[in-house]
């Protein structure tokens, strides 16, 4: 928190002695906005997970927690998660995602009085995995001696 000084001042009339006045300097106390995470990297574990990780702030003083937000890139909400930056939890396993889906995800740091810093965000698809069956009804035509025709049925 980040302490202010608000100056008040009291002034009365009394018939004894006039016009008097008394200040007061009231504190007041604003929180300190995190600064941002760095470094947001992601690393795809497989098909359906993204593993995302960041960086704490160079500052951490006064951090609670770090907040994931995962969505469709159409807006979408998916996960929205805070993790106790005490723990040093600075990643998240997004889970039960889709193939050559376009997501974004936001990760932000959370003060003792729950004011968020300014989000760093990245788009990323999952990537596509391999087929669970192979192509049907494969062959090879000759061309010539370089070239050669492969042709298959759909899945």
Known sequence: LQCNFNPTHNCFHSEDSGVQ???FVTPTTVPLVPEKIQNLALQHVNT????????PPVSTAYIQSYEVLLQHRNGT?????N?????????YLARN?????PYTVFVSAINTDF???????QDFFVQEGVPSVPPRNVTVTRINSTAIIVTWMKL
Not at 77 to 81: E, G, I, K, R, S
Not at 83 to 91: K, Q, R
């Open 83 to 91: 993790l106790p930056a005490g723990s040093n939890l600075t990643y």
């Open 97 to 101: 995602l889709v193939p050559y889906i």
């Open 48 to 55: 359906t997970a993204v593993n995302i990780t960041w960086n």
């Open 21 to 23: 006045c008394q200040s």
């Open 77 to 81: 909400q998916l996960d929205n998660v």
């Open 115 to 121: 004011v968020s810093g300014a989000a760093v965000s």
